[in-house]
């Protein structure tokens, strides 16, 4: 079972990407984030057409998240569960007897901001959620977007972005408090060297010359850390013209 995570910046945009991918791919369940469209505008039968069934929370202009599978989705659940929120960044679902959990995490903007006093409030409610996903759903997969870099192997330059946005000890607590839960960053379950990234800037040719984050993420429960075969990030996306300035990133999982 290929499941993949993709924050495409815009669906609207990356459509065609989209579908290439996936024909390239192969995955069998993908999580999108940064949707960017209500949810009337959703491309549901050019979805069907690559032959995925699709769920999914929108909202115009901003975040956005949507599953995509080749098997029936069943269970679906919007929203931080306990969480009063207008913005479109979690969706649940169970897909083939594995849980699926899709974040948007907030990007909180600078350290110290309301922003980014929002995205730690946030956090807190989805590991609340989470706990009780896991004590229900021991098959469990949480991904998309964490606007988090786990640690210094996995940002570019650590000590220009030492304590700053996506890189600070509050943001790093706070994704250690949801692995603490039984969960695992599956990416690093086979790879513990540095120099891997999912997200790179827009300016300053930052694709070119590798100026990167890993912040998109595959969290995965004990359970099926046994059948984890392989993981990894794919930067072939990125090269593409008009991009998302994210890649997708994957995991493949034994039977």
């Avoid at 306990?82 to 974040?103: C, E, I, S």
């Avoid at 870099?149 to 000890?169: F, G, N, Y």
């Avoid at 990894?232 to 890649?247: K, M, N, V």
């Amino acid at each position: 079972m290929k499941i993949a995570s993709w924050n495409v910046n815009s669906l609207k945009v990356r459509l065609p990407h989209l579908a290439q991918w996936c024909a390239q791919a192969q995955p069998d369940l993908l999580a999108l984030q940064e949707t960017k469209l209500d949810d009337p505008a959703f491309p549901a039968a050019a979805i069907a057409e690559l032959g995925y069934q699709a769920v999914f929370s929108g909202q115009r202009t901003y975040n956005g998240v949507a599953l995509l599978a080749r098997a029936p989705i069943a269970d679906v659940a919007a929203g931080v569960p306990g969480l009063d929120d207008p913005q479109r960044r979690y969706l649940a679902a169970t897909v083939a007897g594995v849980r699926v959990v899709n974040l948007y995490v907030v990007n909180g903007q600078a350290v110290g901001s309301e922003k980014f006093e929002y995205k730690l409030r946030w956090l807190a409610a989805v590991r609340e959620a989470l706990a009780a996903e896991l004590a229900r759903h021991p098959d469990l997969v949480v991904l998309g977007d964490f606007n988090i870099a786990p640690d210094d192997r996995d940002v570019h330059d650590p000590q220009a972005w030492h304590e700053k946005i996506l890189c600070s000890t509050p943001e790093r607590e706070a994704l250690r408090g949801l692995l603490d839960l039984g969960l695992c960053d599956s990416f690093r379950v086979h790879n513990e060297e540095g120099g891997h990234y999912s997200w790179w800037d827009y300016r300053q040719a930052a694709f070119r010359r590798d100026l990167g984050l890993r912040i998109d993420l595959v969290l995965l429960s004990d359970s099926l850390r046994g059948r984890l075969a392989a993981a990894g990030i794919d930067r072939e996306p990125r090269t593409w013209e008009r991009p998302s300035d994210h890649a997708p990133v994957w995991v493949d999982l034994a039977p």
